[in-house]
């Protein structure tokens, strides 16, 4: 009882110490946000009209003097208050941990797009908003050098979650420096495709754009560089880590390569078969596609360079992306191809739109598919059990599972327009025009779906064929035993390899003077004699029975004609 107590009492005090720690890092982040925003307010109000702060906005000026002037002493009260106590235990505890990855993230992200639009915003003709983002980009930064300087620690700072701050700033300056590069190469090819005349926007030159997208990308490029290389986010060896690499740098990588690739091609078909619109319009979208296929290109190529100095399962992970997302884009390039051969049989006179569709189809599915055969190399499929990995398998289910779903939703959307069709809900067109489009998906879906089932059941034979042979033939034993006896139920279990065991207890001359199951010397004899006795017994069902005195009898039995 006491034991139950002291128990409770334990669990009630980490409950309390955990719910603490949450309360007081909470209050803590709304206060240093609160304080930071009441201190940019002032920075901006000071560099905007210099010493006149009240300016025209008074209850704004009172707002930001409130929040700097309560909100900043009180953070700062409370920092030293919970900095003072910050020990191993609150140094490993998670509320303290999410509280600097929290504020770390704010604070970068604020911090650096302030900054960078007030870089860009410097290019060309003067924006108004730059006393605002100058003087959030000062807080904010010094917010998060603070922050960056309390994680480092060596006595102080979070005791784990170190590989948060990395992959948080390396995948953001990722994402940032990627768009903004593709932007900017964008610009440039689209200015050197349909000429500077079609690129500059209102009054300004083509390169105004071009340089405003080039500040970002350095910035994010520079956020990038820092985390991955100068922190050593490319060091660490954490699942994390490799998650937010394939996540990102190879899946949206492969993403934005590939529709950047097929786009290209579309354009490229287009201008071949299908001049249909003028030709400004038609190279539209190819500078924006070639930026995306180059940058994406570069990104997906440099994250699958690292992936192979990592584990194993990180390779075959980004192996396993890469050939999901080059399926995607050719699966989904067949159900466009089906789509509109379908149409342009049944609607000669739309041959135009038709034929723009199919080149789209086709675009897709001659990028995607080459991309796929070279990750997945479906000639080259294991041959043996020892070769099939668990992400493998978890490849084939995820795949068959969510292929199967879209091909029953294509087939439900198909039997809805075929029965509306006929109880003449709709008028005009053909039932194969109505169904052409969830047709080809159905068709896509449902090929993919067959292939990897078909693997997969592969697989499954394969790895029941090398699975060694089971052992146990007993699946239940029914033990006969005096009372005190019952300790053997849990050893003649282990010794059948996991059989059922039920105990009847004897009420003859068989119970009188038991040995103890555990500790005699009688017992562990018995013991003995039972795991000999069961040695070679093929039944399914086995009737074990113990003493008189030492005695064990083994009997099989057939329990089919009950």
Known sequence: MSSQLVSASTGLTRAQTTLRRLIQYALLFALVMIAASGFSGLLERLFASGAVL??????????????????????????????????????????????????????????TTSLLQLGASLIGSPRG?????????????????????????????????????TTIGS???????????????????????????????????????????????????????????????????????????IAVGIFAGGITALAGGA?????????????????????????????????????????????????????????????????????????????????GAVSPLAGGTERTLLLGGISSLVVGGPVWWLAWKPAKQPDSADA?????????????????????????????????????????????????????????????????????????AALAAAAPPQTRTIDQVTLVARPGSEGFAQEIAEATGGAKVTVWLRTDDGAASPPDPVTSPASNESMGQVVKALDG????HVLVVLGPGARVDVIPVDTRGR
């Not at 409130?66 to 505890?93: H, K, M, S, V, Y």
């Open 54 to 111: 009240a300016a025209r906005d008074v209850p704004g000026l009172a707002g930001g003097l409130a929040f700097t002037l309560i909100g900043g002493p009180l953070a700062l009260l409370l920092w030293w208050f919970l900095w003072r106590r910050i020990d191993e235990a609150e140094r490993a505890a998670a509320a303290w941990g999410l509280y600097l990855a929290g504020m770390y993230t704010v604070s970068l992200i604020v911090a």
């Open 129 to 165: 908003q730059w006393a605002s983002l100058l003087s959030n980009g000062l807080v904010w930064a010094t917010v998060w050098v603070w922050h960056r300087w309390m994680w480092r620690h060596p006595d102080k700072g979070a005791a784990h979650l170190e590989d948060v701050r």
């Open 171 to 245: 995948v953001y300056g990722l994402v940032v420096g990627t768009i903004a590069a593709i932007s900017a190469l964008g610009g440039l090819l689209d200015t050197a495709i349909r000429g500077a005349s079609l690129a500059i926007t209102g009054a300004e030159p083509w390169w105004y754009s071009v340089l405003r997208s080039v500040v970002w990308a350095a910035g994010g490029g520079s956020v990038w560089w820092w985390h991955w290389f100068h922190e050593g986010g490319h060091r660490l060896r954490t699942a994390l880590v490799d998650v937010s690499m």
């Open 263 to 343: 786009v290209v091609l579309f354009v490229l078909l287009r201008l071949a078969f299908d001049r249909a619109d003028p030709m400004g319009k038609l190279l539209e979208p190819l500078a924006p596609a070639l930026a995306a296929a180059a940058i994406g290109a570069v990104v997906w190529r440099y994250h699958r360079a690292v992936s192979v100095d990592r584990s194993g399962e990180t390779r075959r992970g980004s192996l396993l992306v890469t050939s999901a997302v080059a399926l995607a884009a050719a699966a989904s390039g067949i159900g466009v191809i089906v789509s509109s051969l379908l149409g």
């Open 388 to 460: 099939i990995t668990h992400g493998r398998r978890i490849y084939l289910i995820a795949f068959f599972g969510v292929s199967a779903v879209v091909a029953l939703i294509a087939l439900l959307v198909i039997g809805y327009r075929i029965f509306e069709f006929l109880l003449g809900e709709v008028s005009g067109g053909s039932a194969i025009d109505r169904i052409r489009g969830p047709l080809g998906l159905l068709v896509a879906a449902g090929m993919v779906a067959g292939y990897h089932f078909a693997l997969w059941r592969r697989d499954r």
């Open 537 to 540: 017994i093929t039944a399914r």
